[in-house]
Structures are given as C-alpha cells and as structure tokens.
C-alpha cells in the first residue's frame, strides 16, 4: 500500500514499525461547538483508512483527541456563564451523535483529553526545560525551536520563511519570534492546574505530543488531520517530540485538503460556515460521508447542497443495488452456474481487485466506490430471478464487504424516506385531479424503487420489498 507523506511530498510504501499493527493518531476537534463540515473530512476520511487497514488484516489502534482547553473554550465559557468543562462535556456529547450520523467507527476509538492528562504534559513540559529545550519566564514556559533539529522540515520552510509567513504572539519575553507556548501563566478567571512553575495551563500543540507518546509510543505510524495543521501545530509536535525523545515521531504524515463552499473557502466571515448537525437536518449524515469520499482525500472538495442531492442520488442507486439482490437472493433457485455465469463471477472478482488497487493507491476512495457502481451495474443488467443464487450471492456478497470498508450500505432502512413521502402525495393529488395516467406512472416509479403503495380506506399505505 501506498500512502503520500506530506514530510516527504512523496507516495512511500506503507511499512508499520511493527508487523501486522498499526497505530494513528488524528487530530480532534476542540470542543467548543458542533462539528463542521471541515471537522467532518479528515474524521471521514482517516476513519475509512483504518477500515481499510483492518479489512486487510491489520490491529489498528486510532485515537482522535479531543481539545478541552484553550482560548476558544474560555471564551465559549465566559459568553454562556457556564464552565469551560461544561462546556466540553456538553460538546463532546454533541461529536458522538454527530459521529453516529457519519457512521465514525466509534468503538475502536481512543478519545483522550488534554485536561485528563495534566500531569503527564507537567511531566514532558520539565524534560524539554531539563534538556535545555524549554525555559520559564515568569511562569510561562516556552519551546525553544533552536534546539529542535531540522525546524520546519514538515511544512519545507526554513525559520526566517515562517517568521515572515505566520501568525506570531507577539511577546518580549521570547528568545525567538517561532517560540510556541508550552505551559500559559493563570489568568484571572480562566481554569489552571498547580505546576513547577505556578499556576496555569497548557499550550495547544503539547497536548497532541503527549497523548500521542501515552497511548501510542514515542514513535507512531500514521499522524494524520487537515492540511491547515501542518503549520503550526504539527510542525511543533514534532519539534517538541523529537527533541524530548530523540526519536522520529511519525513515519508517515498524512493530511486532507480543505472544503470550499460554492467555490468559496469555508470561513464564518463569509457566512458560509456549515455545522454537520445543520446538513443533518436536510441530509442522512450517510450522504455527507459519502460525499466525502467521493473525491480523493488530497483534493480540495467544493460544497454544495446540489452535490450534496447529487450524491444522495448516487447513494440510491447502491441502496436500490442491494436491495434489488436481495429480493433476486429470496427469489433465485440453488444450481450450477452456467458458461457465462463464470464469467460474470470472474468479473465480479476483477471490480473487487480494482477497488483494493484504488485504496491503496494512497487511499483513493473516488476510484474505489467506481467499482461499486461497476458491480452494481453488472447486477442490474445481467441478473434476474432465473439466475443462479450462488452467482447472486457472491455480488450481494461482495458488494456488502467493500461497502463495509468505505463505512457505507450498512443501513437496514432506506435514506430517502422524504422523497418517497413527496411521491405518495404527488399521486395522491393526480388521483384527485383524476389523473390517473401520472398517478400509474408514479406508482411504477415507486415500484422500481421497491416501494409498494396500497390504498386502503385508512389512506395509502407503503411498504418496502
């Protein structure tokens, strides 16, 4: 398999540090508000990866962290008169609905807060001042990014580049501009935990680092999230990480590119900012994820609610696929499978190939879910009822297990209620207009969508087959 690490800007051949085991880490959200549709991608995306590893042998330890303190959570904090750890509390309820709605593989999570794990950040914090890495001014302490080897060698710039280029707090207290915070003094008001160097609380990159070394090792696989965090925040993971442990902290560096919005960047400034449980409303959360996969992981991906409707259309036809084998399943008699048959079974087997060539062509999902629609489309053309079970078996099979791996079809109802609704009322209306013509044409329309209406004196009544 073939993953494009971003430290190298090259596709490397994925080798784990250990035989048959993987370890991920993906950035979090910090939990302040409800997931966006930005969140959203590298949750999606990273998710199906790890799938993918599983679905082809590997133990997989993922963790996605979660942010509990920060600037943003205080201020969130301060407009509500509530408390910072209410405030998370309250929102980290909020991602794991959000995260059932995207089908995230939520139980073989590791879902660590930085406030649960104070003492192991106090502890990292006073390796880097032992070593010379870190110094304390007045109860603020700072990495010194002189003492990191090779500073900058994620994002391919050098110090004066990123000096010039960044978002820098301005503080005299700094020896170097590109000094980040580790540990922030108390400020009135704000939550703070007792350290060697007074009250106060951490920094937003040493939480990845430390979480990261607790749970996953001082040297990882995979390290994965959005393509806005490759500067700052996983540039000084990995200066602080290496520097403590003098240790490569990951081997590969995987990142997704951004949403846009009608062709604009998301941002709240342009009004075009979308909360998932906002699209929830309109959309099954099923279409988003597979929208999102969609495109390939390192493409930017223009969001619209008309290629939203596009692919829940797209989502229909794999849907109405399933559910057309499974009636030919209950319909189909067990026998041998003829010439062509054989021949229809090998090309089932040869999508299947082409699909595992996709995904680990660095992940390329757009290519993978092509091969569905490929056995799709073969099931709808060539089978019916006097085909072999065996033969419809194998597709519905086959089928269901790479959709698995793409975190998609493993809903038992269909999506589109709502348009099913909106159909029934239509012909209702034709019947009432005596147009009987369009109210037979919608019945056949609904009947090919596997839906049976019956008109009883209660109302119409509608069944799926």
Not at 91 to 117: K, N, V
Not at 348 to 377: Q, W
Not at 389 to 410: A, N, Q, W
Request: charged residues 35%.
């Amino acid at each position: 398999m073939k993953l494009y690490n971003t430290l190298t800007r090259k596709k490397e051949e994925f080798k784990p540090i250990e035989d048959g085991k993987v370890t991920m880490y993906v950035c979090g959200p910090t939990v302040y508000n409800y997931m966006h549709v930005g969140n959203a991608r590298p949750l999606v995306v990273f998710d199906t990866l790890r799938r993918y590893f599983k679905y082809i042998g590997y133990e997989v330890k993922y963790l996605v962290n979660f942010t509990d303190i920060d600037d943003k959570m205080i201020k969130k904090a301060e407009e509500e008169n509530t408390t910072v750890k209410k405030i998370a509390d309250r929102f980290i309820d909020e991602y794991h609905i959000d995260a059932d709605g995207l089908l995230l593989d939520e139980a073989g999570t590791i879902h660590p807060r930085a406030t649960e794990h104070i003492e192991e950040i106090i502890d990292f914090i006073q390796g880097l001042i032992d070593s010379g890495s870190a110094y304390n001014v007045d109860g603020n302490v700072y990495f010194n990014v002189s003492a990191a080897k090779d500073y900058g060698k994620l994002s391919k710039k050098n110090i004066e580049e990123l000096v010039s280029g960044a978002r820098i707090e301005v503080s005299k207290e700094k020896k170097n501009p590109m000094d980040f915070a580790l540990w922030k003094k108390e400020k009135k008001g704000e939550p703070s935990w007792e350290s060697p160097w007074g009250k106060g609380r951490p920094g937003w990159h040493i939480e990845c680092s430390v979480m990261a070394k607790e749970f996953l090792g001082e040297t990882i696989d995979i390290h994965a999230g959005g393509e806005d965090l490759q500067f700052p925040h996983h540039e000084n993971e990995i200066a602080q990480s290496e520097t403590l442990s003098g240790k490569t902290f990951a081997n590969y560096w995987l990142h997704n590119a951004m949403i846009n919005v009608e062709n604009k960047k998301m941002s709240k400034s342009e009004f075009n900012f979308f909360t998932v449980r906002e699209i929830g409303e309109e959309f099954d959360l099923e279409i988003l994820r597979f929208f999102l996969l969609s495109a390939h992981y390192r493409s930017p991906i223009n969001f619209s609610k008309e290629l939203l409707n596009q692919a829940k259309h797209g989502l229909e036809r794999l849907y109405n696929g399933k559910k057309n084998l499974e009636y030919l399943i209950e319909k189909s008699e067990e026998k041998e499978l003829t010439g062509e048959e054989e021949k229809i079974f090998a090309e089932i087997d040869g999508f299947k190939a082409n699909f595992k060539k996709s995904m680990e062509d660095d992940l390329n999902t757009a290519d993978g879910i092509a091969s569905l629609f490929e056995i799709v489309k073969t099931s709808n053309t060539k089978l019916d009822e006097k085909s072999s079970r065996k033969l419809i078996e194998h597709i519905y099979d086959t089928l269901m297990e790479l959709s698995k791996v793409l975190g998609i079809l493993s809903k038992e109802e269909e999506i589109l209620e709502e348009e099913i609704v909106e159909l029934i009322e239509k012909r209702s209306e034709a019947r009432k207009n005596k147009d009987f013509k369009l109210a037979d044409s919608i019945r056949d329309e609904l009947k090919e969508k596997g839906i049976i209406i019956e008109d009883t004196k209660d109302g119409v009544k509608w069944k799926r087959v």
